[in-house]
C-alpha cells in the first residue's frame, strides 16, 4: 500500500545552517502528489509545500523541494535555519483517487539553536 | 479564507466514558477528515467522510464512531475513553479532487484520568 517514510524523528540545528529534512514513498499511483505540512506550536498544521511535476522544484516561504520519481524522494530543504522554522514538519502522499486520501510521514522535529 | 473551528479545546474525560469532539468548516469543502497526532506517530487517519451522511473507516477507526449530518460539521465519538490516554486530535478538510490542499483545525487535546 502507499506510504511515506521520514527517517529523522529529531533534527537539531544551528542557526544559519541548511536545512534537509528527508521523506521517500511508496505509491501504487503515477500520478500522486507530495506535499510537505509543518506544525508550529500552538497552531494549526498547514501546507508549506506541494509537489510539481517529476524533477521540477517548488518554493515557499525559503524552503524548497524537488519530486524524484526515480528515486521515490521529496526532501526538503532550506540554505540557512532560522529559529522560526523551529517546528513540527509532516511529509504527506496524495494519490490520484478521484477523492483525496493523504498518508503522513512520522514527522520530524525541527528544532534551530542560536 | 475559511477557518476549521474544533471544539472543545481540552477535553479530560474519565475511563471508559464516551466522549465527542466536534468540526465546523465554513470552506465548504465536500471531504472532511479526523486524524490522531501521537508523538513519533505522525498524523493518522481516523475517519474521513466525503460528503454529507458519508463515512469512511481510517487505519484507527477502531473505538471511535463519527457523525456527518451536514456538510459543514463532521463529529467524533471515543466510545471508551482509555485510562492514561493522551492525545490531539485534529480535524481537517479539503476539496474533493486530487492534490487539493488539506486545512486542519487547532485541535483537540484529550485527557484521559
Known amino acids: 500500500g502507499d506510504s511515506v517514510t521520514q527517517k529523522e524523528g529529531l533534527v537539531t540545528l544551528t542557526e544559519g545552517l541548511p536545512v534537509m529534512l528527508n521523506c521517500t514513498y511508496q505509491?501504487?499511483?503515477?500520478?500522486?502528489?507530495l506535499f510537505w505540512y509543518v506544525h508550529y506550536l500552538n497552531e494549526s498544521p498547514r501546507l508549506l509545500l506541494k509537489?510539481?511535476?517529476?524533477?521540477k522544484r517548488t518554493e515557499h516561504q525559503g524552503f524548497h523541494a524537488t519530486l524524484h520519481k526515480s528515486s521515490s524522494s521529496f526532501h526538503l530543504q532550506k540554505s540557512s535555519a532560522q529559529l522560526s522554522d523551529s517546528a513540527l514538519y509532516y511529509c504527506?502522499?496524495?494519490?490520484?483517487?478521484?477523492?483525496?486520501?493523504?498518508?503522513f510521514g512520522k514527522g520530524t522535529s525541527l528544532t534551530v539553536i542560536p | 479564507g475559511g477557518i476549521i473551528t474544533q471544539t472543545p479545546k481540552f477535553l479530560i474525560g474519565q475511563e471508559g466514558q464516551k466522549l465527542t469532539l466536534k468540526c465546523q468548516q465554513n470552506f465548504n469543502h465536500d471531504t472532511m477528515y479526523w486524524y490522531r497526532q501521537d508523538s513519533g506517530k505522525g498524523l493518522r487517519l481516523i475517519y474521513y467522510?466525503?460528503?454529507?451522511?458519508?463515512?469512511q473507516k481510517g487505519d484507527l477507526s477502531e473505538g471511535y464512531d463519527a457523525s456527518r449530518e451536514k456538510k459543514s460539521s463532521f463529529s467524533l465519538t471515543v466510545t471508551s475513553a482509555q485510562k492514561n490516554e493522551m492525545a490531539v486530535f485534529l480535524c481537517a478538510s479539503s476539496q474533493t479532487t486530487s492534490a487539493e490542499t488539506l486545512y486542519f483545525g487547532s485541535g483537540t487535546r484529550l485527557t484521559v484520568l
Open positions: 509537489s510539481s511535476t517529476d524533477n
Open positions: 504527506a502522499l496524495s494519490g490520484n483517487t478521484g477523492y483525496q486520501n493523504f498518508y
Open positions: 467522510s466525503i460528503t454529507e451522511n458519508d463515512l
Open positions: 505509491t501504487i499511483y503515477s500520478n500522486a502528489f
